[in-house]
């Protein structure tokens, strides 16, 4: 199965935190109202991962999201596998091989970001969103020690989790700042646009950008519901890469309209980016967002906790 530690096996994970996804809200120093999940509960939990895996593995939706992913990714001229590796649960990829003419496998040459995808634990439509992730994780064949997580909200349970399963789980809050130096997938599905904001701040240059694969809201999404002021002033940097960038919206399914909706693949040509003038790039400034009405990210610093 996929979604499994190192060795193929699922692990029980027991006397950790857990916590109920209801509201949150945002007080410097208090902690999280938390429960202790039992074993039972751990198992019917990763039970329900592995579920949703195979799920989305022989669903429309993913055959559709491969051929998107083929498009996109065939532009960084990935090296292609002689046979394909072992995925996350330690198991062939049977299904994988039944899709070898619509989708290549590839070297690890890619690493990958995931941001803000909330309690899988609770939640199903985080759980759905990390289950494609794992997916993804296996067709582009991005070794698992090379997936960083974080998110604000996540319960000890889920952190030992994604650890077991060989991820790295980040200390601490970047607020999407993270520069890099290699081809990236960032996974930021229903992210604050302040999220996409600060990676594109992060990573303004064309040598950056242009290895930058961004999944998460449509940018032009964004720019048909924000007033024009609203994104100039606060979001900067997704306003000026708007007539850079090129998306392919994930494929409409009405299963997994609340889990998917409004995302889209981001890329960042290179012919695109070097035509823009060097005046461009220079002086960009960190983002502020001192006159931003609504942040939607929890910003470094600022624990969450749950409330009834």
């Known amino acids: 199965m996929s979604a499994c530690p190192a060795e193929g096996e699922w692990k029980t994970i027991s006397k950790k ?6 509201k949150y ?17 751990g198992e019917r939990i990763q039970q329900k991962i592995k579920e949703a895996v195979e799920e989305l593995r022989s669903s429309e939706f993913w055959t559709d999201c491969l051929e998107t992913i083929q498009r996109v990714v065939n532009v960084y001229h990935l090296a292609p596998l002689a046979s394909p590796s072992i995925p996350l649960g330690g198991e062939a990829p049977e299904s994988l091989e039944d899709k070898k003419n619509n989708v290549c496998h590839y070297r690890t040459t890619l ?8 309690n899988f634990s609770s939640s199903v439509t985080s759980r759905y969103q990390l289950a494609l992730l794992f997916l993804l994780l296996e067709t582009l064949q991005i070794s698992r020690d090379g ?7 996540f319960t000890e349970w889920e952190k030992t989790f994604l650890k077991d399963c060989g991820m790295v789980v980040l200390k601490e809050n970047e607020e999407g700042k993270r520069s890099i130096d290699k081809p990236t997938l960032f996974y930021m599905i229903h992210c604050g646009k302040a999220l996409y904001n600060n990676l594109l701040w992060k990573n303004w240059s064309p040598q950056k950008l242009a290895q930058t694969i961004l999944i998460g809201n449509s940018f032009k999404g964004m720019e048909e519901r924000l007033p ?41 040509p290179r012919k695109k980016l070097d035509a823009k003038p060097t005046e461009f790039w220079e002086g960009a400034a960190e983002p502020t967002y001192q006159e931003c009405e609504d942040l939607e990210i929890i910003q470094k610093g600022i624990e969450c906790f749950s409330v009834s």
């Open 228 to 268: 024009a002021r609203v994104l100039q002033r606060d979001y900067t940097y997704i306003n000026h890469i708007l007539t850079i960038t090129e998306e392919a919206a994930f494929p409409c399914s009405s299963r997994y309209m609340d889990v998917f909706n409004d995302t889209a693949i981001h890329q960042f």
């Open 17 to 22: 935190k857990g916590v109920k996804k209801r």
């Open 111 to 118: 690493d990958s970001v995931c941001y803000g995808i909330g």
């Open 25 to 41: 809200n945002i007080r410097g120093t208090h902690q999280r109202e938390a429960e202790f999940l039992s074993v039972t509960e």
């Open 147 to 153: 997936c960083r997580f974080f998110d604000p909200l």
